[in-house]
Every structure is written in C-alpha cells, then in structure tokens.
C-alpha cells in the first residue's frame, strides 16, 4: 500500500511540472535545432511559429502539439517521448512543437492560452478539443492519441 501511495504521489507530481512564462529565468536561449537535438522522431515534428500555427491546425485533421520553453527541464525532459509517440503513431496524428519563448502568438490558444510549460494541446478538425495531462511517456501519449 506504501508503494502505491508513493509512486502515485510520484506520477502526480511528474504531471504536473510546468515552467511557467512568467519566469524570466526560463528564457530561451537554445534554438529549436538544439531543443530537438537527439530526439528519435524529431522529423515528423513539425516547428510551429506565430506564421504557421493556425494553418498547421486547419489543415490537418489531428493535431498534437508540445507547447515548450527550450530552456525548461521538464520541456527537455519530454522531448525524446514526444518523439517516439510520432513515430509510433505513422502519421495518423500529425505533431507539432511551439516554442512559446519566441512565439508568443502561437502559444495565446484561443480560449485556451499556454501559461506553463510542457502543454500538450489535442485539436481536432481545426479546433481545440482537449489538453493532455497524463503520463509524459511515449507509451502514455500513443494510449492518449488512439483513444482520442
């Protein structure tokens, strides 16, 4: 029971990590190339700006996105599982990433605006249609995705 209760307390506390935006000591400082640098998949995520967010969006029938600050851990922690859950998904799901350091639009979600980081934003048929708060695993994003 012990264990549970621990490695419950654990997950939660994982999940709910986030840097926020208000931290100037969050700031960027590393480029998109070098956020995604060694990350297994890191071509099938396609880099968003405040120019091509919303196009992105409406073009694609589901959209994952990562909502991130390259200089926060726990943005650079879930880099290589968001990877891995593009690559697992072939495609069915097309995913994005935002730097929310120098897209400022970008991250302004109507109705739903990113105010820490890692978010992870589900929008199908062009709209928002749910945040994901699970587990930060490839396997937890991929169970995520198919359900959805």
Not at 39 to 54: P, W
Not at 64 to 72: D, N
Not at 123 to 129: A, I, L, Q, R, V
Request: charged letters at 30%; one cysteine or more.
């Amino acid at each position: 029971m012990l264990l549970f209760l621990v490695l419950s307390t654990f997950f939660a506390l994982s999940a709910s990590q986030k840097c926020l935006l208000s931290d100037p000591g969050e700031t960027g400082g590393l480029s998109d190339a070098d956020f995604w640098a060694g990350v297994d998949g890191k071509e099938l995520i396609e880099e968003l700006t405040d120019d091509t967010h919303d196009k992105f969006v409406s073009e694609n029938d589901k959209v994952f996105i990562l909502y991130y600050m390259p200089k926060c851990p726990h943005c650079k922690k879930v880099a290589k599982p968001f990877g891995g859950a593009a690559k697992k998904m072939n495609d069915s799901v097309k995913f994005g990433g935002v730097d929310c350091v120098t897209q400022e639009k970008a991250c302004a979600v109507e109705n739903h605006p990113v105010e820490g980081c890692p978010t992870f934003y589900l929008f199908k048929g062009g709209e928002w249609n749910d945040e994901y708060t699970g587990k930060r695993t490839t396997d937890g994003f991929v169970r995520y995705l198919k359900k959805k």
